[in-house]
């Protein structure tokens, strides 16, 4: 196989100890160097034992990610199982049913009904009051001179967020904080194992979906989770009618996993690019308007979900080499995203940047449907901070997950000088 012939057979992508200390950048440049297209081989890592293909390049990247009909989210071949995370997923209660590892038609018509609850237009509606949300969080640390970033404030908003499009009442929205901070969090397990802690609020949140659900199915309200409770799909969504008590439940779950832990590590590596890079700090403060280009390279510097998997539904060849029915195909977006044939000094952390074609959010029929959440929670931060602070600092070590999914982080802690202190 080419990993071996090219001299990249030391190459481990799921052995996490690569990530640990910030994306294997180095890997993925030999790889778009020399094999865009590359196999790898299974490890004592890997899951299953199965090689899979890696696509690395912006552009191979892209081609995989807009055809959704050549390489499946929810799976391929002879396989019985499936979805986009390296390792199969059972199918009919991961891949299939949670909304993002499905395929079309179900999920471009789940797609069309739930879009308008996560527009521009509805978070319009909504950014006054995340505004008032975000002004309490940094108020709160600005006044004590510091805090745990990640802790006290990147987590924070992004969860009240989601907690507010959810339709979750304000009564329970403290428990349901709890529950999503021990489920997310990784302090007392590693990635793929359940502590008491976390399998607890885990079954507890569940419990707590099935019957906010029911609530909504009862007393539908303005908010994304009665669109999904009450859904009426047509014909074509094979079948029609209403969504799964399962797909409902997997919605809920997804909304709150996707909505909180990405945007949480966005606005914590957004942060420490500008504590590293005070030049760019400063242009920022000096320059308001170019908050909107910052934000875009944030996203790209901090490739929070590192890649997502798919399915090859038949045989197919790129770079001259035969990708078959049922193989894993991974696309690294975050490899993609400093791709120095798309992207000028893409190791130059700059706010400037423009065109920024980034593939943070992805691309295609699964784009990142709170792409335009994330920019505004990630925006108002650091309007926020702009509006509050002189400066900010690391005052210990910075904590990172271990996992080659999500590129984040466990503890930020920061001093802050007021402004004008
Ligand atoms: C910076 C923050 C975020 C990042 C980096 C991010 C990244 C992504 C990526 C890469 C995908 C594509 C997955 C694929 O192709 O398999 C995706 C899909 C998705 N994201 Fe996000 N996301 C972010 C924030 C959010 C937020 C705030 C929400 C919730 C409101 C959300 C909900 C979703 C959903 C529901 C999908 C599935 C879309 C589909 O399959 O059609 N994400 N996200």
Redo the contacts with the bound molecule.
């Keep these: 196989m080419e990993g071996t012939a090219s001299g990249l057979g030391d190459i481990d992508l799921t052995d996490l100890s690569a990530f640990e200390d910030g994306p294997p950048q180095e890997v993925f440049r030999r790889l778009r160097d020399q094999a865009p297209l590359f196999w790898h081989e299974p490890t004592r890592h890997t899951p299953e034992g199965q090689g899979f293909w890696c696509l690395t390049r912006h552009e191979d990247v892209a081609w995989a ?1 807009k055809d959704a009909g050549l390489f499946s ?1 929810c799976t391929g071949g002879a396989r019985t199982g499936g979805g ?1 995370l390296i390792e199969d997923l059972p199918l009919g209660f991961a891949a299939g049913v949670l ?4 395929d079309d038609p179900r ?1 471009q018509h789940i ?1 069309r009904l ?1 879009t308008p609850s ?1 527009s521009p237009r509805r978070l319009r509606e909504i950014e006054d009051e995340l505004r008032r949300r975000c002004d309490r969080i940094l108020d709160e640390v600005v006044d004590r001179g510091g805090c745990d970033f990640l802790v006290d404030v990147a987590a924070e908003l ?1 969860l009240q ?2 907690a507010a ?1 959810l339709g979750i009442p304000q009564e329970d929205r403290h428990l349901f904080l709890s529950w999503a901070d021990a489920t997310l969090d990784y302090e007392d397990r590693e990635l793929g194992q359940t502590s008491t802690r976390s399998a607890e609020a885990g079954a507890a949140m569940f419990a707590y979906g099935s019957k906010l659900l029911a609530e909504k199915r009862r007393k539908p309200a303005d908010d994304i989770l009665s669109i999904v409770a009450n859904a009426d799909l047509p014909q074509g969504a094979q079948p029609g009618g209403p969504m799964t008590d399962i797909e409902q439940e997997m ?1 809920f779950n ?2 709150i996993a ?3 832990e ?2 949480r ?3 914590a590596a957004g942060l420490l690019a500008l504590i590293e890079h005070p030049a760019q700090w400063d242009a920022l403060r000096s320059d308001r308007r170019l908050l909107p280009s910052a934000v875009e390279e944030m ?1 790209r510097w ?4 590192t890649y ?3 399915t090859a539904t038949r045989d197919a060849v790129r770079h001259e080499q035969q990708i078959r029915v049922g193989d894993k195909v991974v ?1 690294w ?1 975050q490899s993609a995203n400093f791709d120095e044939r798309i992207f000028e000094d893409p190791m130059v952390f700059d706010i400037t940047r423009t065109p920024n074609p980034h ?13 335009s ?3 505004v ?2 925006r108002l931060v650091f309007e926020g901070l702009l509006d509050r602070v002189d400066a900010v600092d690391k005052v210990g070590p910075v904590e990172r997950t271990r996992s080659n999914k999500h590129a984040g982080f466990r503890h930020v802690p920061v001093r802050i000088r007021k402004r004008g202190r």
Excluded: D, K, Y
Aim: glycine share 8%; aromatic share 10%.
């Design positions: 990610a989210s986009t909304f993002n590892m499905q999920h797609r739930v996560l992004p967020a989601i499009l919605f997804l909304l996707a909505g909180s990405t945007t590590n966005s606005i996203l901090a490739s929070t979900t997502n998997r798919r696309l977006w593939l943070t959010f992805g691309l295609g029929p699964h784009f990142c449907l709170g792409a959440l994330a920019r929670e990630i």
